[in-house]
């Protein structure tokens, strides 16, 4: 069966460090792979997207992943953490037409 | 373009009550999702509809959870009667025909609580 795992329900970092939040997936087939923000109050919001064709992509606000098939892993990374940064992040993975989604990390900044 | 709109977004009500959540898609979009979040569980999908026709409740937790999609610009989700178990924010989610399954608009959420 598919499953996503996010390392570390909570990551702290302070601003202006690196950003790297984990995802591994396991899947029988090529999967589709999202990762999700959701500020606090709010709906999820869509960050980026791999489905096909580069394995590097970038999403809104200056973060980006790189989908490791060999590590079946989708890192959700952005160089430098801003306070506005603070939120929770969900990784899902797409594959045979149903989205599983992984628990959530909550990304803390510090000043 | 209007997102998801959700309503209500903040509901209190008593153990036996009935509730009512409600969820006008996006303009255009076919598919319409119903999630629960709470701490302990994540993320869950209860429902999903297709052309305003349920494809998939198997995570709808026991009958006193209802869903329907009359129109395909409102859908509503009923808890009759509601347990305090049922705390949680409810979201609804939509999203394109040919699009990916994994690129969902989200509402803003109802958050309920049951006393």
């Known amino acids: 069966a598919q499953s996503v795992t996010q390392l570390g329900s909570h990551v702290s970092v302070s601003e202006g460090a690196l950003v790297l939040l984990r995802c591994n997936y396991s899947?029988?087939?090529?999967?589709?792979l999202f990762w999700y923000v959701q500020y606090p109050n709010q709906g999820l919001q869509l960050l980026l997207k791999?489905?096909?064709?580069a394995t590097l992509v970038k999403g809104i606000n200056g973060f980006e992943a790189e989908f490791m098939k060999s590590e079946t892993s989708f890192h959700l990374t952005k160089p430098s953490a801003h306070m506005s940064d603070a939120a929770e992040y969900f990784c899902a993975v797409d594959s045979n037409y149903q989205l599983i989604w992984g628990a959530g990390t909550k990304l803390i900044i510090k000043p | 373009d209007a997102g998801v709109i959700q309503s209500p977004r903040h509901e209190v009500t008593e153990m036996g009550q009935e509730v009512t959540l409600r969820c006008k898609p996006i303009?255009?979009?076919?598919?319409l999702f119903w999630y629960r979040q709470t701490m302990m569980r994540g993320l869950e999908l209860l429902i999903y509809f297709n052309n305003n026709v349920p494809i998939d409740d198997s995570g709808m937790p026991e009958d006193r959870f209802s869903a329907k999609m009359p129109n395909a610009s409102f859908s509503t989700l009923k808890i009759q009667p509601s347990e305090p178990r049922d705390s949680a924010v409810y979201f609804c989610a939509s999203r394109g025909q040919g699009t990916n399954t994994g690129e969902l608009f989200f509402g803003e959420g109802s958050r309920l609580t049951v006393l």
């Open positions: 303009s255009g979009h076919d598919y």
């Open positions: 791999y489905t096909t064709g």
């Open positions: 899947s029988s087939v090529p999967p589709y």
